[in-house]
């Protein structure tokens, strides 16, 4: 690799997915668990690598970059180390790439160890990632030299697998299983040396066996016989075989179900400190699976979990924090945790780190930085921060409001399925906002939100077929729309309900039932129902002629700001109807309806 800088193109998307990887692999190695784990920790990168999409052309990426040397000299070290896709094989340019991210980036190292991070530039940062990477490989590559690849090598141990010896046998599957310069790639011969080292009860080679056969990896699936070797590997005392049986217990993988027994295995493995397990534990306790609900004990193994850096475990231990589980409430403590899971990527805590930093909790408000968080979640595919993101842009909340930017996000939270953002994709092409009106494409959306139960789409349907908005009337679906919507006690649609049953539309008329529905809309706010309820008390629809009534519910319509409710009210005070005539209070309200020559015919609600 050239000591200079390269001046290539890289689109932005390519710059992201590098920065992303940087970030991941620095996690990779500062959060990794078991930091005395050296041998299985390459081959723990190795398979993310092999999960990232673009990972074959991943080298040529961080080499075309201009800052190749200064940010990613580290992770390209780790691919010529290791032959992984277009790199062949080569320890000396590995070596050479981690010591140059060592030593190109010794001053920023020191430079930025004793500072706020918060105030360091992009450069800074990314190199100050490269620079630890770069230390932890060359230390891990002087440690292999010298101890670990003799031992990992095919040559030096095929002589001892083929006398038998279990250890070597499992070796020799490792090397079929991730290929090198020795051997290629070959899972179904990995398998047959997994199986021959696991006969030799290596209850390592047993659980790798297990999990062959559990995906159907080398040899076709099958979830029986992954069951019985991972039986076999947890007798033998493998926590991670041990957690595994417990799982397949719970879920009925190749057995069947039992719960206290998968609990059982949970609680053997997690007394040997397997984090997995531990996690699996809180669950247990915290939902009675397998044994008595105890949700102290819940928070006991999330906390145990969650310190031996297990992804879940922060999450639901912050879960826990937040709504007093097994402990106090806490909402900073629940911040804190939901911090340590979103600075590792977990999307839905980055979500709820926005969330945090949006309403105050846990944290002082700053709309800012919630935006940053959810566009963090929203970049890694959660569909609830593309909506929050959405939301942002609409109201300019901690962003510039953008309508087009605004309708983008709901588009692709939509598609990802979120019925609030699905419901708002709705309005935006009903109201036309950030995108050409299209009632037709509005009632779509709303359908699909309505029927992911989004009580607010389903009023806006039942309001679409009533009207024939982007739909042929249809005044029975309007009626049962608004009928599945008050299940949320919403409002809106508590009063379109009455004004169903007041006019029998889509339903037989009853206006007994209309009265109800007005009460309740009413009593939640909706200035439309009070003052319908006031024309049902003054005329005796659907209950006895109460004036005094008729009165008090106009004049809360009308002080809700309704124009009809208003000119209701001033009939009353002109009238003296449920109260005593006063002219001028007449006059005072008529003035404010501003609707002079309104009919005393019942007004549409």
Not at 125 to 130: D, M, T
Not at 155 to 170: M, T, V
Not at 198 to 209: F, M
Not at 509 to 537: I, M, P, R, V
Request: with cysteine.
């Amino acid at each position: 690799m050239s000591t200079q800088e390269k001046n290539h193109f890289i689109s932005e998307k390519d710059e992201n997915f590098l920065k992303e990887c940087l970030e991941d692999f620095y996690h990779k190695v500062t959060y990794y668990s078991n930091i005395d784990d050296f041998e299985n920790f390459e081959n723990k990168i190795i398979k993310w690598i092999f999960l990232t999409e673009q990972y074959i052309d991943f080298v040529e990426l961080m080499e075309n970059h201009p800052k190749n040397e200064s940010w990613f000299s580290g992770i390209i070290g780790f691919f010529y180390k290791h032959g992984i896709g277009k790199c062949e094989m080569n320890q000396n340019k590995a070596l050479e790439s981690y010591l140059s991210a060592v030593k190109n980036n010794k001053k920023v190292g020191e430079r930025v160890i004793n500072i706020n991070h918060a105030n360091e530039t992009d450069d800074d940062y990314y190199k100050r990632l490269n620079n630890v990477i770069g230390k932890y490989l060359l230390a891990l590559y002087y440690y292999n030299d010298v101890i670990t690849n003799k031992r990992k090598s095919f040559n030096w141990a095929i002589p001892f697998a083929n006398k038998g010896i279990s250890s070597a046998q499992y070796q020799i599957g490792d090397c079929y299983y991730y290929g090198g310069s020795e051997v290629k790639l070959n899972r179904r011969k990995a398998t047959e040396w997994y199986l021959k080292s696991a006969e030799g009860n290596n209850v390592i080679a047993q659980k790798k066996l297990a999990f062959c056969y559990q995906v159907g990896i080398g040899m076709d699936k099958d979830e029986k016989k992954a069951f019985e070797w991972y039986l076999k590997s947890a007798e033998g005392g493998n926590l991670s075989a041990q957690n595994n049986l417990g799982f397949c217990y719970q879920l009925g993988i190749g057995t069947d179900k039992n719960k206290r027994k998968a609990f059982r295995w949970y609680l053997t493995s997690a007394e040997g400190s397997n984090s997995d397990a531990q996690f699996h534990l809180g669950y247990c306790y915290q939902y009675g699976e397998g044994i008595d609900k105890n949700e102290k004990k819940a928070f006991k193994w999330y906390l145990k979990s969650a310190e031996g850096e297990n992804l879940c475990a922060q999450y639901n231990l912050a879960n826990c924090y937040k709504d007093g589980i097994g402990t106090d409430k806490d909402e900073i403590k629940a911040f804190e945790w939901h911090l340590k899971s979103a600075e590792r990527k977990n999307n839905v805590s980055q979500h709820i780190i926005g969330d945090c930093y949006y309403y105050g909790r846990g944290v002082n408000k700053n709309e800012r930085t919630a935006y940053k968080w959810y566009l963090k979640s929203a970049k890694g595919g959660n569909a609830d921060a593309q909506c929050s993101i959405a939301r942002c842009h609409r109201d300019g909340i901690g962003a510039d409001k953008d309508e087009v930017k605004a309708f983008g996000w709901y588009l692709i939270s939509a598609k990802g399925g979120n019925s609030h953002a699905q419901f708002n994709l709705g309005k935006c092409y009903y109201y036309g906002l950030g995108t050409d009106q299209d009632k037709n494409k509005a009632f779509e959306w709303y359908l699909k939100s309505a029927e992911g139960g989004n009580y607010d789409a389903q009023y806006s349907l039942g309001y679409c077929y009533q009207h024939g908005k982007g739909i042929d009337k249809d005044e029975k679906k309007a009626f049962e729309w608004y009928l599945k919507s008050v299940e949320a006690e919403n409002c809106i649609a508590q009063c379109s309900l009455g004004e169903c049953y007041y006019y029998g539309k889509g339903v037989d008329q009853d206006k007994k039932k209309a009265f109800e529905w007005y009460l309740k809309s009413a009593k939640g706010g909706n200035s439309n129902a009070q003052y319908s309820l006031g024309y049902c008390c003054q005329y005796g629809e659907g209950t006895d002629v109460d004036e005094i009534s008729a009165f008090k519910w106009y004049l809360k319509s009308a002080k809700g700001g309704n124009n009809i409710g208003q000119y209701y009210l001033g009939e009353c005070y002109a009238n003296g109807i449920g109260t005593v005539k006063n002219e001028r209070k007449a006059n005072k309200w008529y003035l404010k309806s501003n609707i002079w020559g309104l009919c005393n015919d019942f007004p549409s609600s």
